[in-house]
């Protein structure tokens, strides 16, 4: 049987690649931005399966559980991973921000966003 | 002693009090005076970290779980660089800036230019002093965004065009980066750098190369390893004269410094030999591309590739005298290529031209700036007793005692890279001394540089100019630099 | 103590006028500028002057070591640097002292004396250098400040200097290279120890250090094929510059190569390459000689610029030295060396005439200058001096190195050398003429009908120079003397002289017997001219060529395209030498490259982005391949 973990992990490969193509092929700027954010999207997939338990629990100790707190302990998820994509998420969203606002103002001086109208600077 | 914590702390406050407080001359001052505290305070944590290495603990929390910090030569030495050159640039920015770009709501931008550039400080403070590749990633991050958007700040077609490719392969490194960091975080279960380092020792050698790959080939993005250094002549180029400075003067310089450390700390020791190959050819590639561009901070930026894998290539030769030899080019291309960009920016805003052409006889209208551009580039190309004479015949020597065949292709590419800097750089400055009557009546250059701009320059060509004389005294620092960067 | 001041004086006064022309800025007032920057020049050349000649008495003891740099720098005197040193500073001195009247206060050269200073400095370095590393420094220091002399002056000039500059970066760098070498297989920098060091290696690590160690010295040298660089950087510059780079600058390569063949890598060392029977050491250098000596002064023939035809006599006569010293025989070396000053007093004194020319007539076009004789008098003895010295015709010194490397030439059975320096002779006459006809014999171009002889600034430092190149020529033996104590320091044997020439042991010359029986001949001569009565004086134009009397409509067009006939026979190696086009070549190749290099950045971020994936690619599969 495939865990969930497989198939989390291929999947952010394939999305991880997938983006990746994206920002090969596409001619468009807002394409290829939205390609970086599928990679992006891919890599956090990655991060958060990293930290995945089978049966987890949420990685918060509690006084009036049942369970002692070393058993509490045995079963939460990874809580790092977590942190980090949150963290990767923020990033990956001023990421975009900039990006979008970059072609915004691109597009107000050349009234285009294609990959081959943005080489101006060569050689 | 005060926490060296406040290299990142005051910049990132003092950004967020600039946006707040919205006036231009209140963003001057708080700029200047929290790089100006940063840059006396730094050379007192230098020579403390010298003797002892700070280890700072955030919240109580002790590593590995923490977030971990810490200060050491190499840390600190780069703080102190970072520190005094940002002061500088900062100087210079203030005549410089409203010159940049004509675009609505300048006087608002102005306001975050300081913002940001205090932001891209504190990522660079970050970076050196960061133990934990987690944080290494945020920072890295931190000093991109604020890259992107100061290489686009003067709105102009090819400063966007620059800073959006800058930033499609900068995101496409941090996502490399990021898969790497997880695959590490897979294997130690921890972040810090040292546990990392242990736990890939010990893996299987497709996994430690696997991610080694990624992870150096995602950062070199912004150390501008060839030949992920593409954005690299467009960004420098495009930027703001001031911006371009600090790119080229520190950025890739620390992030060069943190991906060699790596290299040589955590990450598998094949990576050094192929950094050594990427080096020689972005030495080769950086020249030869630099000897034929028209405008002047293109081919400067070029320049820059070629110094910078010049540098590369004596960290990778694993020696100490080869890290020493790189340290001290890096100090010195931080003087003479900040000079160059710097001056060039005038030459820019006086004739309005980015063409090297334009600025024929310019060195005699602007007498100063001509003057420090000479200087620096003789020093760039080494020119005796100037600094860079110094520290590139120190890096051929540490190639030599290498006695690696590498070693000594490195020895000919780089006495190669030197014919070809002599040429292109005083190709452009005969042009700036050249007889030009069109440029001597026209009042197309009205004046030197201003007296804030003048002050910049004049020191980081100081640098150059005695910093061979200083060589004794800078390996006090250079050496336990070059020590420290063995170790994590 | 002395030996430090060599290198004080040029720094100091570089400092000093540097500081000078800062203060009194060229730009603003040029008069006062140029006056102080003289007065400088005079009181820091003349006092190192004196100080060269004060040094000899610390030859061989006064070691100085300078902790500089974090490095030591080493710096002694030899018998052979002193030889050198004096030249500097004699020649400079006098290249000073012209060029008080010569060089106008018109702002032109508001930086002459300040790269003067800084120039000499570089040299007095080089010759100073006791080790091999601060032999590099002061060459590096010595070849820019040789780029900054250059880059005075005009356009044509600045242009020149950029070729210059390629060359000697080219050149440094060569050594640099040369000097790791060595220092990697000796473990120092000293010449001593690396002489030492050397007697025992193989003749293949000799040969790579000789050739890494000696393209420098020959590209310094102007050694023909990498000479290129030289007539127009020289031609172009300030007459009074091109006297001082001809007569010494060019000659520091002839000093490094005669100090790393026989002090630095010793003559052990040498023999041992030399043993070998096919092709050996110093006849390759020869033949390199040969060749310099031949093609550039033929090439000379057909230059149009009394200047440029003087800086391709320049070259040509480098390689009289070059034959000489390489040849390693007692009369070849003392011939070579003694070759160095003679060149040195014969080229400033010819260029100081041509200066003195120009001072007049503003061009040194040899199409239009003619019939000078009456004008400048004085220049016209000057350049009379300077070519017979040039040409090596008794009794001037020139003929009396050029006979001692014949004589080397021939005893040491190398005939084809000596044939080619006899071919290289008959050149230098033919185009020696061809220099004082059109400037000084001949019609009088109209234009010039007002022309006066020069100053006595100008006069004084021609009529020195005339009485020097005279002189050493009648007494040999006091240069002579300087030289033998060189090649006895060297390890080598003494040059028998005389006072007046070269001692009958190595081939009896005297030189006191020649300027009698030349000024005997002189007399006599004159005796008849006066015996003969009947003269009569006549116009230029009082005349008739090709059944046409002439008038100021038609001068004689004698003058213009001298050696024409002889041009259209060499004219495709002419128009186009081998040399210049392989020089071509390799810049064509070099642009070219650089151009495909910039393609690698198409200006497309999908290729960027291409770029990176290929590179993780790549390198995953290098990797994972390599185990």
């Not at chain 2, 150390?223 to 003067?249: C, M, Q, R, Y």
């Not at chain 2, 250059?445 to 804030?452: M, N, Y």
């Amino acid at each position: 049987m495939i865990s969930v973990s497989a198939v989390l992990y291929s999947t952010s490969m394939i999305l991880i690649l997938l983006g990746l193509y994206g920002v090969l092929t596409r001619k468009n700027l807002v394409r290829v931005v939205i390609s970086l954010d599928v990679m992006d999207l891919g890599v956090n997939i990655f991060l958060v399966t990293i930290g995945y338990i089978r049966d987890g629990r949420a990685p918060i100790y509690l006084s009036d559980a049942p369970l002692s707190l070393v058993d509490q302990a045995s079963n939460m998820v990874d809580p790092l991973p977590q942190a980090l994509v949150l963290t990767a998420i923020v990033i990956g969203f001023g990421v975009t921000a900039v990006a979008l606002t970059l072609i915004m103002r691109l597009y107000e001086r050349n009234g285009t966003v294609m990959v081959s109208d943005l080489r101006g600077l060569k050689w | 002693m005060v926490s060296p914590m406040l290299l990142i702390a005051m910049p990132l406050g003092a950004a967020f009090l600039i946006v707040l407080l919205g006036s231009k001359m209140a963003a001057r001052i708080v700029a200047i005076a929290t790089v100006a505290f940063l840059a006396v305070l730094a050379p007192i944590w230098l020579s403390a970290a010298i003797s002892e290495p700070f280890v700072i603990v955030l919240a109580d929390v002790l590593p590995p779980l923490g977030i971990a910090f810490g200060l050491d030569a190499v840390s600190a030495g780069f703080a102190l660089l970072i520190a005094v050159s940002g002061l500088l640039v900062l100087l210079y920015s203030f005549p410089y800036i409203p010159h940049a770009g004509e675009f609505k709501g300048k006087e608002k931008a102005e306001v975050r230019y300081y913002a940001i550039f205090l932001l891209l400080l504190a990522g660079a403070f970050g970076l050196v002093m960061t133990k934990d590749i987690f944080n290494l990633f945020v920072f890295f991050e931190i000093l991109c965004i604020s890259s992107y958007l100061l290489v686009a700040y003067s709105q102009e077609e090819r400063a966007l065009e620059a800073g959006f490719k800058y930033m499609v392969l900068g995101s496409i490194g941090s996502a490399f980066m990021l898969v790497a960091i997880g695959l590490s975080y897979r294997l130690s279960g921890s972040l810090a750098m040292a546990d990392i380092a242990k736990a890939l020792a010990a893996a299987p050698n497709s996994y430690a190369t696997l991610v080694s790959v990624l992870f150096v080939l995602g950062f070199g993005i912004e150390a501008a390893v060839f030949p992920l250094n593409t954005w690299l002549p467009d960004a420098h180029s495009s930027a703001p004269s001031s911006i371009s400075a600090v790119l080229s003067g520190f950025v890739i310089e620390v992030a060069l410094v943190v991906l060699v450390r790596l290299s040589l700390n955590v990450f598998s020791g094949a990576m050094l030999s192929v950094l050594a190959v990427l080096a020689l050819a972005g030495i080769l590639v950086g020249e030869m591309a630099a000897l034929g561009q028209k405008e002047l901070k293109r081919a400067l930026a070029f320049s820059s590739i070629g110094q910078v894998s010049m540098m590369l290539f004596a960290f990778t030769l694993g020696s100490e005298i080869g890290k020493w030899a790189g340290l001290g080019q890096l100090l010195m291309h931080a003087g003479a290529k900040s000079a160059l960009f710097l001056v060039s920016g005038y030459f820019i805003v006086r004739t309005g031209s980015h063409e090297i052409e334009a600025y024929r006889g310019l060195g005699r209208k602007m007498p100063a700036a001509g003057a420090f551009f000479a200087i620096a580039a003789l020093s760039l190309v080494g020119m005796p007793p100037l600094f860079g004479f110094f520290t590139k015949l120190r890096i051929v020597e540490a190639a030599a005692a290498a006695h690696s065949a590498i070693g000594y292709a490195g020895i000919v590419v780089i006495l190669f890279a030197t014919v070809i800097e002599s040429i292109y750089l005083f190709r452009i400055v005969r042009t700036l001394y050249g007889a030009n009557a069109e440029v001597a009546a026209s009042g197309a250059a009205s004046g030197d540089l201003p007296a804030f701009a003048w002050i910049a320059v004049a020191g980081f060509v100081l640098l150059v100019l005695v910093g061979g004389f200083m060589i004794p005294s800078f390996d006090r620092l250079l050496q336990p630099m070059a020590a420290v960067l063995a170790t994590i | 103590m002395l030996t430090s001041m060599l290198l004080i004086l040029p720094l100091a006064g570089f400092l000093t006028s540097l500081a000078a022309a800062w203060i009194v800025p060229a730009s603003s007032k040029a008069r006062a500028s140029g006056a102080v920057q003289k007065i400088i020049a005079g009181i820091g050349f003349a006092a190192l002057f004196v100080f060269a000649f004060l040094a000899k008495s610390e030859i061989g003891t006064g070691y100085l070591g300078i902790p500089l740099f974090g490095l030591w720098l080493n710096f002694g005197l030899t018998q052979l640097s002193w030889y050198f040193v004096a030249m500097v500073a004699g020649i400079s001195l006098v290249t000073v002292l012209f060029s008080l009247q010569g060089l106008r206060d018109d702002g032109r050269y508001p930086f002459y004396y300040i790269w003067l200073f800084s120039k000499t400095f570089g040299m007095l370095g080089v010759l100073l250098s006791a080790d091999m590393l601060t032999f590099f420094i002061m060459w590096e220091v010595m070849s820019w400040c040789t780029y900054f002399l250059l880059q005075q002056g005009h356009e044509k000039a600045k242009r020149a200097g950029a070729g210059y500059l390629v060359y000697a970066v080219t050149a440094g760098m060569i050594l640099l290279a040369g000097l790791l070498y060595v220092y990697f297989n000796v473990g120092s920098f000293d010449f001593r120890t690396i002489q030492k060091a050397f007697s025992g290696f193989g003749a293949g690590r000799i040969i790579v250090a000789m050739l890494l160690v000696l393209v420098p010295m020959l590209i310094e040298a102007a050694a023909y094929p990498v000479h290129w660089w030289l007539p127009s950087a020289y031609a172009n510059a300030e007459t009074g510059i091109s006297a001082y780079l001809a007569a010494i600058s060019t000659r520091i390569g002839i000093y490094g190569m005669t100090m790393f063949l026989f002090a630095g890598f010793g003559l052990t060392a040498l023999n041992l390459v030399t043993a070998n029977k096919y092709v050996s050491a110093n006849e390759v250098l020869m033949i390199i000689g040969a060749f310099t000596m031949v093609v550039p002064t033929f090439t000379a023939l057909f230059q149009h610029d009394a200047k440029e035809l003087m800086t391709w006599h320049s070259i040509g006569q480098g390689g009289y030295m070059i034959v000489g010293i390489a040849s390693s025989t007692t009369l070849g070396i003392a011939g070579g060396l003694f070759h160095v000053f003679n060149h040195m007093t014969y080229v400033s004194l010819i260029l100081f005439s041509i200066a003195a020319v120009e001072y007049r007539t503003g061009t040194t076009n040899l199409n239009k200058l003619g019939g000078l004789i009456k004008k400048q008098p004085v220049a016209y003895l000057g350049l009379l001096f300077g070519i017979i010295g040039l040409a090596g015709i008794p009794p001037m010194n020139g003929f009396v190195s050029k006979w001692l490397i014949y004589r080397a030439l021939i005893l040491s059975g190398h005939p084809f050398i000596a044939l080619a320096a006899f071919i290289a002779t008959l050149g230098t006459i033919l185009s020696v003429y061809k220099l004082i006809h059109n400037m000084f014999l001949g019609q009088l171009p109209e234009r010039y009908n007002d022309i006066k002889e020069v100053g006595w600034g100008m006069r004084l430092p021609i009529i020195f120079m005339m009485a020097v190149v005279w002189l050493t020529g009648a007494f040999p033996g006091t240069v002579l003397a300087v030289v033998a104590d060189i090649q006895q320091s060297l390890g080598l044997e003494r040059v028998a002289y005389s006072v007046h020439g070269v001692a009958a042991e190595m081939g009896q010359l005297n030189m006191l017997v020649i300027n009698i029986v030349f000024i005997g001949g002189l007399f006599v001569s004159w005796l008849i001219y006066l015996a003969g009565g009947k003269r009569k004086h006549i116009g230029q134009y009082d005349n008739y060529a090709a059944g046409h009397f002439l008038d100021k409509s038609i001068p004689y067009n004698y003058n213009y395209n001298f050696y024409a006939g002889m041009e259209h026979i060499f004219e495709r190696l002419l128009h186009k030498p081998p040399v210049k086009r392989a020089e071509q070549a390799l810049a064509t190749f070099v642009s070219g490259t650089s151009e495909y290099v910039c393609r690698i950045f198409t200006g497309n971020i999908t290729t960027y982005s291409a770029y990176v994936v290929a590179a993780v690619v790549v390198i995953l599969l290098v990797l994972g391949g390599g185990r």
